[in-house]
């Protein structure tokens, strides 16, 4: 298959490499770009743990020179990537959790107790999910560090107009809501809704399938499991 992937670059190069490996031709197209926000606060406290929503957190906070006190610290992730980037930031006691915000609140409140001290969240400037409502309703306190921002593309950029446009592609890999809002604006700002039909959206949860009903000619399909393996696996072999 020929497939557009559209995630920002930091994160892109590892999943194009398995996706070649299975035999499919990869298109990049990111419309999220990642902008670390180098002076942005981040708190001191007795931090009990530290959770991460993204991999993109695990490297904004490892670029603070703050990041060498924080590495004893238990890591609670949201997914297997996150986790992944946590040990190979030097991290030790990471856990994962099963790839969204609602398993990740409900293993830290298995595993600890809401007296044990404050979480710190690194985190962007945009979340989904309100883990720490879900944390606090708990009992737990939770503190959340702005540390990195995702700044959407403005136009669709030009590989994923080319190939849309051509009627090259097979399918299009979505990772999260905003991406895939984006996708869909921009498919749209550009002219080329009625090009999509029978474009296959590959997505990994409910809710960014739902973010894609301005484009109903998208075939739409969604992972069992909001994690990569599960959405590589939607792939015909």
């Not at 497939?3 to 490499?17: G, H, K, N």
């Not at 309100?130 to 959340?144: C, H, N, T, W």
Request: proline letters at 7%.
């Amino acid at each position: 298959m020929r497939l557009l992937v559209t995630r920002p670059e930091e994160d892109s190069a590892p999943l194009a490499d398995a996706l070649v490996a299975l035999g499919h031709e990869v298109v990049m197209a990111p419309l999220l770009t990642i902008r670390f926000l180098d002076d942005a606060f981040l708190p001191e406290g007795r931090w009990r743990a530290l959770l991460f929503t993204s991999a993109n957190g695990v490297r904004a906070l490892v670029r603070r020179k703050e990041a060498l006190r924080l590495l004893p610290l238990p890591v609670f992730a949201v997914g297997p990537a996150s986790a992944d980037a946590a040990r190979a930031a030097g991290f030790v006691t990471v856990e994962a959790a099963g790839g969204d915000v609602t398993s990740l609140a409900d293993h830290v409140s298995g595993a600890l107790k809401p007296e044990g001290g404050p979480l710190l969240h690194v985190a962007g400037s945009t979340v989904a999910g309100d883990l720490a409502g879900s944390l606090g309703a708990q009992g737990f306190e939770v503190k959340r560090a702005v540390l990195y921002e995702a700044v959407p593309a403005h136009v669709l950029p030009e590989a994923a107009r080319q190939e849309i446009e051509d009627g090259s592609l097979d399918g299009v890999l979505l990772y999260s809501p905003r991406t895939a809002r984006a996708f869909a604006s921009l498919v749209l700002e550009a002219g080329l809704a009625t090009r999509t039909e029978g474009l296959v959206a590959y997505c990994l949860s409910p809710n960014v399938a739902e973010a894609l009903r301005d484009l109903p000619g998208l075939t739409v399909k969604i992972a069992r499991e909001p994690d990569q393996a599960a959405l590589v696996a939607l792939l015909p072999a």
